[in-house]
Protein backbone atom coordinates (compact mmCIF):
# COMPACT_ATOMS: atom_id res chain seq x y z
CA UNK A 1 0.00 0.00 0.00
CA UNK A 2 1.57 3.33 -0.93
CA UNK A 3 1.79 6.33 1.57
CA UNK A 4 -0.60 8.93 1.12
CA UNK A 5 1.26 12.39 0.93
CA UNK A 6 -0.41 15.84 1.98
CA UNK A 7 -0.57 18.63 -1.02
CA UNK A 8 2.44 20.88 0.33
CA UNK A 9 0.06 23.62 -0.96
CA UNK A 10 -1.75 22.76 1.96
CA UNK A 11 0.23 21.11 4.15
CA UNK A 12 2.76 24.05 4.63
CA UNK A 13 0.36 27.18 3.79
CA UNK A 14 1.95 30.23 5.63
CA UNK A 15 0.64 33.10 7.45
CA UNK A 16 -2.79 33.01 9.41
CA UNK A 17 -3.98 30.35 7.55
CA UNK A 18 -1.30 28.11 8.84
CA UNK A 19 -2.74 24.79 10.17
CA UNK A 20 -2.37 24.27 13.97
CA UNK A 21 0.97 22.10 14.60
CA UNK A 22 2.81 21.05 17.90
CA UNK A 23 5.95 18.85 17.12
CA UNK A 24 5.12 19.01 13.44
CA UNK A 25 1.83 17.22 14.18
CA UNK A 26 -1.39 18.53 13.41
CA UNK A 27 -3.19 19.49 16.26
CA UNK A 28 -6.85 18.54 16.68
CA UNK A 29 -9.57 18.88 20.57
CA UNK A 30 -12.86 17.66 19.04
CA UNK A 31 -13.29 14.64 16.20
CA UNK A 32 -15.36 17.22 15.00
CA UNK A 33 -12.70 19.09 13.93
CA UNK A 34 -10.40 16.38 12.45
CA UNK A 35 -13.46 15.32 10.45
CA UNK A 36 -14.26 19.28 9.06
CA UNK A 37 -10.39 19.15 8.29
CA UNK A 38 -10.58 16.00 5.93
CA UNK A 39 -13.68 16.87 4.38
CA UNK A 40 -12.34 20.22 2.98
CA UNK A 41 -9.41 18.54 1.83
CA UNK A 42 -11.25 15.25 0.78
CA UNK A 43 -13.82 18.28 -1.53
CA UNK A 44 -10.74 20.14 -2.62
CA UNK A 45 -9.11 16.92 -4.06
CA UNK A 46 -12.46 15.94 -5.67
CA UNK A 47 -12.65 19.14 -8.18
CA UNK A 48 -15.03 20.51 -6.14
CA UNK A 49 -12.85 23.58 -5.43
CA UNK A 50 -9.22 25.25 -5.94
CA UNK A 51 -7.52 25.59 -2.75
CA UNK A 52 -6.60 29.37 -2.83
CA UNK A 53 -10.89 29.69 -3.21
CA UNK A 54 -10.67 27.83 0.70
CA UNK A 55 -7.83 29.60 1.58
CA UNK A 56 -9.11 33.24 1.00
CA UNK A 57 -12.16 32.56 3.00
CA UNK A 58 -9.98 30.79 5.87
CA UNK A 59 -7.81 33.96 6.07
CA UNK A 60 -10.46 36.71 5.89
CA UNK A 61 -12.58 34.55 8.67
CA UNK A 62 -9.57 34.89 10.86
CA UNK A 63 -9.00 38.36 10.28
CA UNK A 64 -12.72 39.23 10.82
CA UNK A 65 -11.87 38.17 14.19
CA UNK A 66 -9.32 40.30 15.00
CA UNK A 67 -6.76 37.62 15.60
CA UNK A 68 -3.23 37.54 14.28
CA UNK A 69 -0.01 35.66 15.67
CA UNK A 70 1.08 38.53 17.32
CA UNK A 71 -2.21 39.47 19.08
CA UNK A 72 -4.72 36.50 19.77
CA UNK A 73 -8.19 36.98 20.60
CA UNK A 74 -9.47 34.34 23.36
CA UNK A 75 -12.86 35.76 22.53
CA UNK A 76 -12.67 34.65 18.73
CA UNK A 77 -13.53 31.47 17.25
CA UNK A 78 -11.31 28.34 17.44
CA UNK A 79 -8.68 27.92 14.26
CA UNK A 80 -11.42 24.48 13.26
CA UNK A 81 -14.08 26.77 13.74
CA UNK A 82 -12.77 29.26 11.05
CA UNK A 83 -11.87 26.12 9.08
CA UNK A 84 -15.51 24.60 9.14
CA UNK A 85 -17.27 28.57 8.87
CA UNK A 86 -14.41 28.88 5.76
CA UNK A 87 -16.03 25.33 4.34
CA UNK A 88 -19.21 26.42 4.14
CA UNK A 89 -18.59 29.55 2.51
CA UNK A 90 -16.84 27.55 -0.24
CA UNK A 91 -19.12 25.37 -0.86
CA UNK A 92 -22.32 28.27 -0.83
CA UNK A 93 -19.74 30.37 -3.38
CA UNK A 94 -19.80 27.34 -5.39
CA UNK A 95 -23.42 25.94 -4.85
CA UNK A 96 -22.55 23.21 -3.57
CA UNK A 97 -24.55 23.90 -0.47
CA UNK A 98 -28.71 24.32 -0.61
CA UNK A 99 -30.03 27.96 0.12
Known amino acids: MSERRADPEIAEMPGPGALPRKSGELVFHHEWERRAFALA??????GHYDWDEFREHLIASIAAAGETPETPNPAAPGYYEHWLRSLERTLAAKGLLPG
Request: charged share 15%; net charge negative.
Open 41 to 46: IALCEQ
